[in-house]
């Protein structure tokens, strides 16, 4: 090899590694940096996590106390519920034992009125039951008389005469009825112990029983008849089947109940819903003694959230309220006679009490409606008016 070929090699050898040391400086220098951006990011993380971390203890200490309270307001909660519960049961037991008295006293009061309003009615008797001409225009006063039976049931008194006897129908699907010879004696009796059992040749169906002149009208359990039961010799007089079919429950909100049955001055009515008009509610007007329709209607009364229903002087008023049981209100009136209108008739509330009628009937003898509510055997007392005076 000649010599300055050598020389070329050399320090073309030497050139290439003083490049490459340089690239490997420049390397290393960027490492340097990444591994110092690496520690500060691992440092940031870790001042961060330890953030997290005191945040989250924070947030639990305070979601326990929270919780605390939480519990602080559901036991305190919880005993004004259990308190208020015991005070209506006090005012239930006071209204039963300090109420007995006066009520008979107020039942006698009525009583007494409503023979001196039966002389009256007798006097100019058929104008007046030919002219009836009341509606209701509020209700006056409420009293609670006794708790006996299911929470859903009827009691009446006999709504065309004046014997003073009380009927008990406990439940919506039972065949015995329980007879007491006065309101004393219903409200002294332990349960019903004071009273004597009649029993019924077909169970009832339903809150539709009423009672009057000495007979239980009612509609049988097969629902397609309409029992007529002498309660003086306990045996069944007539059942008729009804002219109308595909019934529906009258009211949805007691939908046991597939006709309603009524008593006014005028007589015997059916309260009822066919599907053929499944919006509305319908009314019949019976004859008392051969069970025939004598006449129909259909009214504007809706079924929906309608509880229950009465009729006074020929005008049907319908009874709304809520699922939840709430306030009680006549809603709905429908007159077969026409002077009375919806939009005429008074809104009418009842007094809130338990909030769930299961029955409500009339009782034209004393201007009283015997409910049947959770139970409990209420009278409302009814303020009347002329219909020609809105
Ligand atoms: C009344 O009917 C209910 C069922 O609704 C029943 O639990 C209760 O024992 C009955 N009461 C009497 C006195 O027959």
């Known amino acids: ?97 300090t109420g007995a008295q006066p009520c008979v006293d107020v039942d006698d009061k009525l009583i007494e009125q409503q023979v001196s309003l039966v002389q009256e009615k007798h006097k100019n008797k058929y104008y007046q039951l030919s002219d009836c001409t009341d509606m209701i225009s509020s209700i006056k006063a409420m009293k609670i008389l006794k708790r006996v039976g299911g929470p859903k049931g009827v009691w009446t008194k006999d709504t065309g005469l004046n014997s003073g006897k009380i009927y008990i129908f406990n439940s919506t699907d039972q065949d015995t009825v329980y007879e007491f010879s006065s309101v004393q004696d219903f409200t002294r009796s332990t349960g019903l112990t004071l009273s004597k059992k009649l029993k019924l040749p077909m169970a009832f169906k339903g809150t539709g029983q009423v009672v009057y002149k000495n007979f239980a009208y009612y509609v049988s359990e097969t629902e397609d008849k309409i029992v007529k039961f002498d309660l003086t010799s306990a045996l069944m007089t007539d059942s008729a089947i009804l002219p109308f079919q595909d019934f529906i429950p009258v009211y949805t909100l007691n939908s046991e109940t597939l006709i309603d049955l009524a008593v006014d001055e005028e007589g015997l009515w059916a309260i009822y819903a066919t599907r053929q008009a499944d919006q509305y509610i319908s009314l019949a007007k019976m004859d008392v003694k051969s069970l025939d329709i004598e006449q129909m209607w259909d009214t504007n009364c809706p079924r929906e959230n309608a509880e229950a229903g009465f009729v006074i002087c020929g005008t049907l008023y319908v009874v709304y309220n809520t699922q939840t049981p709430g306030r009680s209100r006549v809603q709905c009136v429908f007159d077969v006679n026409g002077l009375v209108s919806s939009d005429e008739a008074p809104l009418v509330y009842f007094p809130k009490r338990y909030g769930a009628h299961a029955s409500l009937k009339y009782n034209p003898q004393e201007a009283l409606l015997y409910a049947w509510d959770d139970g409990y055997q209420i009278l409302y007392k009814l303020e009347l008016k002329k219909k020609l005076e809105i």
Request: aromatic share 4%; charged share 30%; glycine share 2%.
């Open 1 to 97: 090899m000649r010599p300055s070929l050598l020389l070329l090699l050399l320090s073309l050898a030497c050139l290439a590694n003083t490049q490459h040391q340089a690239l490997i400086d420049y390397l290393e220098r960027r490492l340097l940096a990444i591994e110092d951006r690496i520690s500060l990011w691992q440092e940031q993380t870790a001042r961060y996590a330890s953030d997290l971390r005191e945040l989250k203890v924070q947030m639990v200490s305070q979601l326990e106390a929270l919780d605390k309270e939480k519990e602080g307001l559901r036991i305190h909660l919880d005993s004004v519920g259990t308190r208020v519960d015991r005070v209506e049961r006090e005012l239930d037991y006071l209204e039963t034992q």
